[in-house]
Nanobody, 123 residues
Framework: QVQLVASGGALVQAGGSLRLSCIAS????????MAWFRQAPGKEREFVAA????????HYVDSVQGRFTISRDNAKNTVDLQMDSLKPEDTAVYFC????????????????WGQGTQVTVSS
């Protein structure tokens, strides 16, 4: 079993930055691909970014490409999401997931899911 805990969400003004962090316990993350998802009120869960176990394969949803950066530290069992140039439409609950591959996570197929952290971007 893997437990995932996300943190770092906050209220920020448009154009600002936040860094989210997800820490795992129970098992090492080094064999998993990791991803961030988000869900805004009244909307479906949306894939945001994914990274493979080595950090060599990374995929972003088009709407965050160039603004968000996903990274991981296998020694610390963490995966981070640096979010820059935030927009009001980025407002959502963000949560992390672990899965078998970047492709599987991009298609919403995760093996483990964490609880979310609220990100609110004011205009």
């Amino acid at each position: 079993q893997v437990q995932l805990v996300a943190s770092g969400g906050a209220l920020v003004q448009a154009g600002g930055s936040l860094r989210l962090s997800c820490i795992a316990s129970g098992r090492t993350l080094s064999t998993f691909a990791m991803a961030w998802f988000r869900q805004a009120p009244g909307k479906e869960r949306e894939f945001v970014a994914a990274i493979d176990w080595s950090g060599d394969i990374i995929h972003y949803v088009d709407s965050v490409q160039g603004r968000f950066t996903i990274s991981r530290d296998n020694a610390k069992n963490t995966v981070d999401l640096q979010m820059d140039s935030l927009k009001p439409e980025d407002t959502a609950v963000y949560f992390c997931a672990a899965g078998g591959s970047v492709m599987a996570l991009t298609n919403g197929r995760g093996d483990y899911w964490g609880q979310g952290t609220q990100v609110t971007v004011s205009s």
